[in-house]
């Protein structure tokens, strides 16, 4: 039989499509940190600690309150934004003027303590979340069984992704966005609420580190530190796709998913750091990112 | 004058004389494990509890022992629980460490035990390598060992018609180790292993690798991996449909905290291979009670069962040897058989291996689960001589 590079070709195509789904969480993350970076110019390193709450709101959902996946899909991103426009007020607005370091040293504080707390409440191995009865099971592609849940993951996190690029690139909303990234005195000027506009950004952002966090529950395990380990090849996604772009945070996060998992069959051994690899060399090259604009 | 100074000598002579003092031997004990990443609920401050009930089952004061306890986080990586070692060992004044999870990080501290000589009770790390090529004078390993768990679990799997095996194997001392062993035992009963794939540790998602684990069509998918990660793989392999398949899942190292995180749902059905559970024996539910409660509800691992019966049996080997002295303890330890209320009667080879029977359990199903915590049912019992490898094959060399 025909083989490529010693894998059937059969094998390969299951193997990309399981790359691009691992891709869809790093894009939604990546994305939500960018959308921060952008208004903010926050590096918000509680992005992790964000997701893994998104997961255990969903876990305390069906556990405590009786409500099933679909609720918590809305419900975690509503209740972990809030708790991120809490954040936004009380903590980050006071360092705003100060400089990026100390908005990174605050929120890498705040992820340390927030999964301190998550680990001595529930404990580090973790708690089951069943995947929702709608959506067990699979399609046998020919090449490979596909769980229907990963297919919804992949299009949720497509729809949610490009809905948020519309929302910024072509709305009037993203428009006064984009216009407060740029300048934002002079857009106060225009009678622009821009502090309003910050915090409801970063609830936003955080919000989508929570519905990540619900889409990841039922397959990775829900423990305090899920977010801890994503959210470094996160940021090597970000720094690759170039900081606050938002096309670039999209097509990097599928695409390094893609990359990432093609290397766990060709190399198995180099699959946790053929990310790294790559933002090395990106940096080399092109500082700003594939799709940043340089400074 | 003379008067006084008669009878502050008669006075410092009876205080001398009088034999709590003349025995007084303070320990101090260090617990060092993982405490906050994935290994933190099958070690962590579990097995600082379950050292504290040692001393006090002992009632160590008692017998003019005075024990005190520290723990660290080595976070599971060797330089942190190196430097760690070093420092209590150097400056702190620990005379023995007990736990050290995860083999990369045991295998370091082990060497510098021996370089201080000191003692390093294990029993969180799997390679047998730590009472094998690398032993030394210094270590005892009680729980369990990646020997034992091949024996177990592989032996099951290949009698039970799993003659071809794909292992997906943790990329780091333990996983590597659990993997020859477990090669060893399937090729001996006749089975073959047709491929392996080694993930980075710890990992998340292991779905690319179980597709080629499916691809290759073994009969079993040898999971050499532990903590995290097994909940992961397990997790995975029933959602890409693995068991369904008919391909069966060997999680060769699942801890009962595993087990817990899964639900029963998830691990029904797996067969794993434990030194130690806590609902197995009268003498055994009384304990884990009692560790339970001071533990948040959640009961011991056998990692946790493991640092109670190290400390204890340490502790008496210096009330027998009236010394804390290193070599004097070790060989006391050595040469007395091991009896407590968690592992049974047993015995400490010369290369520092302790030999226990190991035990067999399958996953209950949810029906059969009385409640939280009754996970497991008894397959069979694996003595110890069996279980665990003999000396004269461990390729350690140390003098009997």
């Not at chain 1, 007020?89 to 908005?103: F, M, S, T």
């Not at chain 2, 050292?51 to 723990?71: C, L, N, T, W």
């Amino acid at each position: 039989m025909f083989e490529l590079l010693g894998v059937p070709p059969q094998a390969l195509f299951g193997q990309v499509l399981l790359g691009l789904i691992n891709g869809s969480f790093y894009a939604i993350l990546s994305l939500g940190l960018a959308v921060i970076f952008g208004l903010l110019n926050i590096i918000n390193f509680t992005h992790g600690a964000q997701y893994m709450m998104g997961a255990f709101v969903a876990w305390m959902a069906l556990n405590y309150l009786g409500l099933n996946y679909w609720a918590a899909l809305i419900v975690a991103p509503i209740v972990v934004g809030a708790v991120g426009i809490a954040i936004e007020r009380l903590l980050l607005r006071r360092i705003a003027h100060l400089d990026h370091l100390y908005g990174l040293l605050l929120t890498f504080g705040l992820a340390l303590i927030i999964q301190g707390l998550f680990r001595n409440q529930y404990g580090s191995s973790g708690l089951p979340y069943a995947i929702p009865p709608q959506l067990s099971g699979g399609q046998n592609l020919g090449f490979m069984f596909l769980p229907n849940y990963r297919a919804w993951v992949i299009v949720a996190s497509l729809v949610v992704c490009l809905g948020t690029w519309f929302l910024i690139e072509k709305t009037k909303l993203g428009s006064y966005l984009r216009a407060a990234t740029e300048n934002p005195t002079l857009t106060q000027a225009f009678g622009i609420n821009v502090p309003l506009l910050v915090t409801l950004t970063y609830g936003f952002g955080v919000a989508l580190a929570a519905f990540a966090g619900v889409l990841a529950a039922p397959i990775y395990s829900v423990n305090p530190n899920m977010g801890g380990d994503l959210i470094i090849v996160v940021f090597a996604v970000v720094v690759i796709g170039g900081m606050g772009s938002i096309m670039g945070a999209i097509v990097t996060g599928f695409a390094l998913g893609l990359v990432e998992g093609l290397t766990k069959v060709f190399y198995p051994e180099g699959a946790a750091t053929v990310i790294f690899v790559i933002m090395v060399l990106v940096l080399l090259v092109k500082p700003a990112g594939l799709f940043g604009r340089q400074a | 004058m003379k008067l006084k100074t008669l009878l502050a000598t008669g006075l410092l002579a009876a205080v001398m004389a009088s034999p709590a003092v003349a025995q007084q031997i303070s320990i101090k004990a260090g617990v060092l494990n993982d405490r906050s990443g994935l290994y933190a609920d099958l070690s962590g401050e579990g097995s600082v509890i379950a050292a504290r009930m040692a001393v006090e089952d002992f009632k160590a004061a008692d017998k003019g022992i005075k024990v005190e306890i520290v723990s660290a986080d080595h976070q599971n990586k060797p330089d942190v629980g190196s430097t760690i070692a070093r420092q209590w060992y150097d400056q702190d004044g620990v005379d023995l460490i007990l736990d050290v999870p995860t083999s990369s990080v045991a295998l370091a501290v082990s060497q510098i035990t021996k370089e201080k000589n000191k003692i390093l009770i294990n029993s969180g790390a799997g390679s047998s390598d730590l009472t094998g090529k690398a032993c030394t004078p210094n270590t005892i390993h009680w729980t369990y060992d990646t020997y034992a768990l091949a024996q177990g679990t592989g032996g099951a799997m290949v009698k039970a018609g799993g003659d071809t095996w794909f292992f997906m194997t943790a990329d780091y001392a333990f996983g590597q180790a659990l993997e020859r062993d477990a090669t060893a035992v399937i090729t001996k009963a006749g089975g073959k292993v047709v491929g392996s794939v080694k993930t980075p540790f710890p990992g998340t998602d292991f779905s690319s690798f179980l597709l080629q684990a499916q691809a290759s069509k073994a009969k079993v998918i040898g999971l050499a991996n532990a903590g995290g990660d097994t909940v992961n793989s397990i997790k995975q392999a029933g959602e890409f449909g693995i068991t369904q398949g008919g391909q069966k899942l060997a999680g060769l190292l699942t801890f009962i905290s595993d087990v817990h995180a899964l639900g029963l749902q998830a691990a029904q059905g797996l067969v794993l291979t434990e030194a130690f559970y806590w609902d197995k024996d009268d003498q055994t539910r009384a304990w884990s009670q009692r560790f339970a409660k001071a533990n948040g509800g959640k009961m011991p691992t056998m990692v946790q069962a493991g640092v109670y019966a190290g400390m204890l049996h340490y502790l008496k080997a210096v009330e027998a040897a009236k010394t804390k002295d290193t070599a004097a303890v070790v060989a006391k330890m050595k040469a007395t058989p091991t009896d407590d209320a968690l592992f049974g009667k047993g015995s400490i080879e010369a290369n520092g291996r302790t030999i226990h029977d190991m035990y067999l359990y399958e996953v209950k199903k949810p029906s059969e689960s009385k409640g939280p915590w009754d996970y497991y049912k008894l397959v069979s019992t694996i003595p110890g001589k069996d279980a665990f490898q003999p000396v004269a094959e461990s390729g350690c060399n140390l003098p009997k």
